[in-house]
């Protein structure tokens, strides 16, 4: 069946750059996303990417895909104390709509 | 952008009551919703898909007798959670996608606590 797995926890110093990593099972997944969640609030749409591309920036983030290992990363450059919160990488099934979630990371920012 | 709401953000009920959820879209048309649940310190679990005129499809242990689904029009779909206990109370986020974009946009969620 379709899997998500993501490691649970990253610390980082502030104006440093963070790497969460993400590898998944499904390789007919069309699209792959990240999303970002507050303590307590919904989940925020970072950024995602296609299938068929291995990389795509937008701003401090950089998403780089490998499809033949089913390997996502998300970078986020310069992180600051905002972008402190919980990240989950995310696979599209197909074309049912369904995401599949990985467990989550959480990142730390310290100051 | 894309938004989806949902109401209440957060409800306290008694165990035995029924509580209903609403997800809506606020400025696209939604076919498809979906629902999932959310425990503490975990990854959201799909629980259904909302069909627009049409029954829900339910995934794998998820009793369709307690939570129904209803997607009576194409901005809005409704959770019911029926005779609610204990264990069920979480967080519950609905999700919509624009037919015209691949975005799959969430709600702000709903705490469920049943008491």
Known sequence: ?111 | GAVVSQHPSWVICKSGTSVKIECRSLDFQATTMFWYRQFPKQSLMLMATSNEGSKATYEQGVEKDKFLINHASLTLSTLTVTSAHPEDSSFYICSARDRLSVKMVFGPGTRLTVT
């Open chain 1, 1 to 111: 069946g379709e899997d998500v797995e993501q490691s649970l926890f990253l610390s980082v110093r502030e104006g440093d750059s963070s790497v969460i990593n993400c590898t998944y099972t499904d390789s007919s997944s069309t699209y792959l996303y990240w999303y970002k969640q507050e303590p307590g609030a919904g989940l925020q749409l970072l950024t995602y990417i296609f299938s068929n591309m291995d990389m795509k920036q937008d701003q401090r983030l950089t998403v780089l895909l490998n499809k033949k290992d089913k390997h996502l990363s998300l970078r986020i450059a310069d992180t600051q104390t905002g972008d402190s919160a919980i990240y989950f990488c995310a696979e599209s099934i197909s074309n049912t709509g369904k995401l599949i979630f990985g467990q989550g990371t959480t990142l730390q920012v310290k100051p």
